[in-house]
């Protein structure tokens, strides 16, 4: 725990002191009226700020506790669309060999978490390849997984497989012991945080899948990812906007217990074009709820004091039976499994998101 909180500790103060030394410098120009040259610190302001929210997601993917979105992946498909990017991250001197199985199954999965786990898996493989070498991305199909217990619950239609071998420096057993460790790295100091193998490993876990490394010194490193196979082959194929939809003066109630992301959220909804009702928790909200007043759109935090946004839902539906429902979330450990957790014409967007983000899941929301 020392280490864990130390290493968050190191990480988060060295992205809050970018934030706040930004936001205070823009606050000194503006109380000048001198705005040149803001653009730069402005963003370098959003990239700590994407860089937390990132290390905070690797924290959450580690505890088993972000909200999983799992659909039916084409594993073959997702290796395919992620070539150039592969090749463009990570330089020439490493030789990419995609050897892609036939006659699989989809994986019912996450798939922006199984493309950044991906990503992951292939830059410590660069990383393990100073010099250069082979990079081999492999798929195939498994009916079990490796060295499974009495008690292992085993999908019934087996696993889908994506292995990511490097003929790297391969790794010693004790090395080998720590890597899903948090925190724990061979790498120097400031080259790396630590959370790339945990967060994949508490990814795995999560998705009801098995993580498998082979490894030896001077041999490579070979980590193999077991994805629950699924016989549904109906994927989401929708694209996404570039810039968020305007809104058309819909009536949009939003509850939220955080001060300032019930601010900042009205904010961004009214900027959008949106009609924007507040209240901190449900009781509050109800209040804006008479049955003769109209609602376009509930957007709720999940966790609440008192009743819970899941709850909220539930009594806003008895009075408006057809109103769209968006959750925001954190954290939340029952909202976990998206599928799970959500009911008809309801959706979730984790926070913390990006305006165009919010944008198009605001929009969605209504078109449903």
Known sequence: MGQLTGGIAHDFNNMLTSIIGALDIVDLRLQAGNTDRLERVIRAALDSANRAAALTQRLLAFSRRQSLDPKPVELNALIRSMHMLLRQTLGERIHIVVDLGKGLNHALVDVNQLESAVLNLCINARDAMPDGGQLRIATRTASSIPFPHDDTALNALGYVVVEVADTGVGMDSSVKERVFEPFFTTKPLGQGTGLGLSMI???????????????????????????????????????????????????????????QVRVLVSFLLEELGYAVKTARDAITAMQHLSPSEHIDLLISDVGLPGMNGRQLAELVRERHPSVPVLFMTGYAENAAVQSEFLGENMAIITKPFAMDDFGRAVRRALGN
């Open 201 to 259: 490993y508490g990814f795995m876990q999560q998705s009801k899948g098995y993580i498998d490394i082979q490894s030896a010194p001077g041999k490579g490193t070979s980590i193999a990812l077991y994805l629950p196979a699924t016989a549904d082959g109906n994927i989401d194929n929708a694209v996404a906007h570039p810039r968020a939809p305007k809104g058309e003066g819909q009536q949009v109630l939003v509850v939220e217990d955080d001060d």
